[in-house]
Nanobody, 116 residues
Framework: QVQLVESGGGLVQPGGSLRLSCTAS????????LGWYRQAPGKQREVVAR????????DYRDSVKGRFTISRDNSKNTVSLQMNSLRDEDTAVYYC?????????WGQGTQVTVSS
């Protein structure tokens, strides 16, 4: 059974930083594009950042460009999201996604709360 497990969430003050990680198991990791999504209370899930299977291409939603960086390590089956200059509006549950070979997998989510 494929598993995606996120870690690194927590409470941080505005302007602070967090690094999220997602480790996958039982998956041909290098064959999948990866993404981080988030869902705030009362809102739809939205894409935050994505990275191609080889890591050569990335894209970000406009509101996080220049603040967030997605990266992957195919040798460790891990995808990370470095989040800097966090804002109140970044508060959400963050989910890791792996998509490829006609399949899509999700992690259970990790809470990020930005508050003073």
């Amino acid at each position: 059974q494929v598993q995606l497990v996120e870690s690194g969430g927590g409470l941080v003050q505005p302007g602070g930083s967090l690094r999220l990680s997602c480790t996958a198991s039982r998956i041909r990791f290098s064959m999948y594009g990866l993404g981080w999504y988030r869902q705030a209370p009362g809102k739809q899930r939205e894409v935050v950042a994505r990275i191609s299977s080889g890591g050569g291409a990335t894209d970000y939603r406009d509101s996080v460009k220049g603040r967030f960086t997605i990266s992957r390590d195919n040798s460790k089956n891990t995808v990370s999201l470095q989040m800097n200059s966090l804002r109140d509006e970044d508060t959400a549950v963050y989910y890791c996604n792996a998509e490829g070979l006609g399949l899509s997998y999700w992690g259970q989510g990790t809470q990020v709360t930005v508050s003073s």
